[in-house]
């Protein structure tokens, strides 16, 4: 094991959240996530942070600034530091009515503020804002020039708010999201917003998906039936994508993916997150997050200093094992082994 010190690793706290509710298992709250999280360890090595769903039940988007400052010390206490905060933007549409779009603004604006505050309280030097379309590929679809348009310029609006705080968005690509949905629409968005604070938040388990044209068969890397042990031919497919967005990529998701789709309560079929340990993973993570982190050279980019573990909509009984984060810290720090850095 080294000693490096960058990418701080982080955990999400949102898979607490996501695909959680009336509609499917209880909410996890965040004093449990957070618990969960610390008291993981892996040869005396711990996370360093964690990332945040600025929703309820977790943290409200209206919280007051008291509710800030104890949340910070809250988090600070148990020497963790916050990185990305995730905006709740479901309620608006960057394709819907002229009010559904002011939601959409006004969330972006909220988290922006309280991203700000916490990077004030020096409980947050680094991370950004992560957003989406909220809109389904289908609705995009129906006309997706003309609607690619619409997105971008809600996406500028909202960038020139963020900008007002000082911070950055990333949009994550999905592929339920439309006009994200597939790798080369993605690149196509970013660059037709063009505004110097935004990028793209990478999700290997989302991004996998990506390859195999799920939601755009046109788009696809890999062909159909793809015999998985063909690791030659899926590095190459992730050589292509990694290309196209590396360049864009300011926030990044560890994760592992079986090459299929999933959704439970409310959240649409998306990009599948398998445990760490999964045999069915089709992912080498420590290998892969490299098409990521490094350059077509295969220098470190060191374009963002924290990297985060998602993995939402398991079970609540896998979610409450204090050994299921054991064995995804156990995974971040082969990450940072193979890719990591020291200032």
């Given at each position: 094991?080294?000693?490096?010190?960058?990418?701080?690793?982080?955990?999400?706290?949102?898979?607490?959240l996501v695909g959680k509710g009336s509609d499917s298992e209880p909410a996890i709250d965040l004093d449990t996530m957070l618990n969960l999280t610390a008291k993981a360890e892996v040869d005396g090595k711990k996370f360093d942070g964690v990332d945040l769903f600025l929703a309820d039940p977790h943290t409200s988007i209206d919280v007051s600034d008291d509710g800030i400052k104890e949340l910070a010390d809250k988090i600070g206490g148990m020497g963790f530091v916050v990185g990305s905060v995730v905006a709740p933007v479901w309620d608006g549409s960057t394709l819907g009515s002229p009010e559904k779009v002011e939601k959409f603004l006004t969330q972006v604006k909220?988290?922006?503020?309280?991203?700000?505050?916490?990077?004030?309280?020096?409980?947050?030097?680094?991370?950004?804002?992560?957003?989406?379309?909220?809109?389904?590929?289908?609705e995009w679809a129906k006309d997706p020039v003309g609607n690619q348009k619409k997105i971008a310029e809600v996406f500028r609006q909202a960038c020139d708010t963020a900008a007002d705080f000082g911070e950055k968005l990333a949009a994550e690509g999905e592929i339920c999201w439309g006009g994200m949905h597939n790798w080369?629409?993605?690149?196509?968005?970013?660059?037709?917003?063009?505004?110097?604070?935004?990028?793209?938040?990478?999700?290997?388990?989302?991004?996998?998906?990506?390859?195999?044209?799920?939601?755009?068969?046109?788009?696809?890397?890999?062909?159909?039936?793809?015999?998985?042990?063909?690791?030659?031919?899926?590095?190459?497919?992730?050589?292509?994508m990694t290309a196209a967005l590396r360049p864009w990529t300011i926030d990044f998701h560890v994760a592992q993916n079986d090459a299929t789709v999933h959704g439970t309560g409310s959240h649409d079929k998306t990009g599948r997150h398998?445990?760490?340990?999964?045999?069915?993973?089709?992912?080498?993570?420590?290998?892969?997050?490299?098409?990521?982190?490094?350059?077509?050279?295969?220098?470190?980019?060191?374009?963002?200093?924290?990297?985060?573990?998602?993995?939402?909509?398991?079970?609540?009984?896998?979610?409450?094992?204090?050994?299921?984060?054991?064995?995804?810290?156990?995974?971040?720090?082969?990450?940072?082994?193979?890719?990591?850095?020291?200032?």
């Open positions: 094991m080294t000693n490096n010190e960058y990418p701080k690793l982080h955990n999400a706290m949102w898979p607490g909220k988290a922006s503020s309280i991203a700000r505050k916490l990077t004030d309280l020096g409980i947050r030097p680094y991370g950004v804002v992560r957003i989406d379309s909220s809109v389904s590929p289908v080369k629409d993605m690149v196509d968005l970013l660059e037709r917003v063009d505004r110097p604070n935004i990028g793209f938040q990478a999700d290997m388990a989302h991004t996998l998906l990506y390859l195999l044209g799920y939601n755009a068969p046109e788009q696809r890397i890999l062909p159909e039936d793809f015999d998985w042990s063909d690791t030659e031919a899926l590095q190459a497919g992730l050589r292509k398998c445990l760490a340990t999964d045999p069915n993973g089709k992912l080498d993570i420590p290998r892969d997050a490299g098409h990521w982190l490094r350059d077509e050279q295969g220098n470190l980019t060191k374009a963002f200093k924290h990297i985060c573990w998602d993995g939402c909509m398991f079970p609540n009984e896998v979610m409450l094992k204090q050994q299921t984060w054991n064995d995804i810290l156990a995974v971040m720090l082969k990450v940072r082994d193979a890719h990591g850095w020291s200032e």
